[in-house]
């Protein structure tokens, strides 16, 4: 059994900052590609930010030059360093990972529960 937790949503101010952490824990073998998503009330689920095993990063336009994605394969954790947040950041932010559970298993796509981010003043 494999799960991720996400940590660290909240209130904060416009302008403020913020970092969620997402920890994959389980029958873990290797981790292949993470990332955030968010879902605000009454939209669709959209992403936010992506990065490979390897490091490498991609932004949803939103987001690009306020929000950093970084990973620690040591930990099989990402994080989600945002800044500058505004009111339209609001939403519940899900953490997203595909996950092989063994040298010879696929790996299986999995979804943490959520963390609530409230941007408002």
């Known amino acids: 059994q494999v799960q991720l937790v996400e940590s660290g949503g909240g209130l904060v101010q416009p302008g403020g900052s913020l970092r969620l952490s997402c920890a994959a824990s389980?029958?873990?073998?290797?981790?292949?590609?993470m990332g955030w998503y968010r879902q605000a009330p009454g939209k669709q689920r959209e992403l936010v930010a992506a990065i490979t095993r390897g490091g490498i990063t991609n932004y949803a336009d939103f987001v690009k030059g306020r929000f950093t994605i970084s990973r620690d394969n040591a930990k099989n954790t990402v994080y989600l360093q945002m800044s500058s947040l505004k009111p339209e950041d609001s939403a519940v932010y899900y953490c997203?990972?595909?996950?092989?559970?063994?040298?010879?298993?696929?790996?299986?796509?999995?979804w943490g529960q959520g963390t609530l981010v409230t941007v408002s003043s």
């Open positions: 997203n990972a595909d996950i092989r559970s063994g040298s010879l298993s696929y790996p299986r796509n999995t």
């Open positions: 389980g029958s873990i073998f290797s981790i292949n590609a």
